[in-house]
């Protein structure tokens, strides 16, 4: 069981608007920030967002988060079949003392 | 660039001792902390610690405490994750990663290692 939970699963069709969510609590999302991860088939996860709302540098405006209480959500406009992959948001916990993540969320692209 | 590079996949028994490197290049090694992350078959992300090389300061996650032994040697920019007594349940992929700055994220990600630990 996830310190932060996530839906196991969300799909959209290319080109549509897909948001997935990211429930904590105080001890997490609601008093520090939140990061989300893009995991493709077989490789290491990847950096989308940082800061609740912060893109790295290369990471399409496509790409977006948001954070409300202690909720998060990452939102990916135009989506594409690259897209397909496993997301995860992360905080951390001030009660574990520890980084946390959520338990994933499958995209599919139909 | 920034690289992490991981050393390769290891089998071992039960009860059996490993060490798994994390060599940074394309960035200042001492400057960032590296973190360790586990990734069992099939599963979700969980967060092992932390590691800074500049000062070899460490930060264990409480349900790991005790099981891991975190590492790094500026010298040569290598981050270490070891095991003084591998289980079964030890098996994963271990990732290591870059903590971004000052927050929460990992902005670098290693290849992953795959541990198998098998009689």
């Known amino acids: 069981q996830s310190v932060l939970t996530q839906p196991p699963s969300v799909s959209a069709t290319p080109g549509q608007k897909v948001t997935i969510s990211c429930s904590g609590s105080?001890?997490?999302?609601?008093?520090?920030?939140v990061s989300w991860y893009q995991q493709l088939p077989g490789t290491a996860p990847k950096l989308l967002i940082y800061?609740?709302?912060e893109r790295p540098s290369g990471i399409p405006d496509r790409f977006s988060g948001s954070k409300s209480g202690t909720s998060a959500t990452l939102g990916i406009t135009g989506l594409q079949t690259g897209d397909e992959a496993d997301y995860y948001c992360g905080a951390w916990d001030s009660s574990l003392s520890a980084v946390v993540f959520g338990g994933g969320t499958k995209l599919t692209v139909l | 660039e920034v690289q992490l590079v991981q050393s390769g996949a290891e089998v071992k028994k039960p009860g059996e001792s490993l060490r798994i490197s994390c060599k940074g290049s394309?960035?200042?090694?001492?400057?960032?902390?590296i973190g360790w992350v586990r990734q069992m078959p099939g599963k979700d992300l969980e967060w092992l610690g932390l590691?800074?090389?500049?000062?070899?300061?460490?930060r264990y996650s409480p349900s790991f405490q005790g099981q891991i032994t975190l590492s790094a040697d500026k010298s040569i920019s290598t981050a270490y994750l070891q095991w003084s007594s591998l289980k079964a349940s030890d098996t994963a992929l271990y990732y290591c990663?870059?903590?971004?700055?000052?927050?929460?994220?990992?902005?670098?990600w290693g290849q992953g290692t795959l541990v198998t630990v098998s009689s």
């Open positions: 990663a870059r903590r971004g700055g000052s927050g929460s994220h990992f902005d670098y």
């Open positions: 590691i800074y090389p500049g000062g070899s300061d460490s």
């Open positions: 394309g960035y200042r090694f001492t400057n960032y902390w």
């Open positions: 105080s001890a997490n999302i609601g008093n520090n920030y």
């Open positions: 800061d609740n709302d």
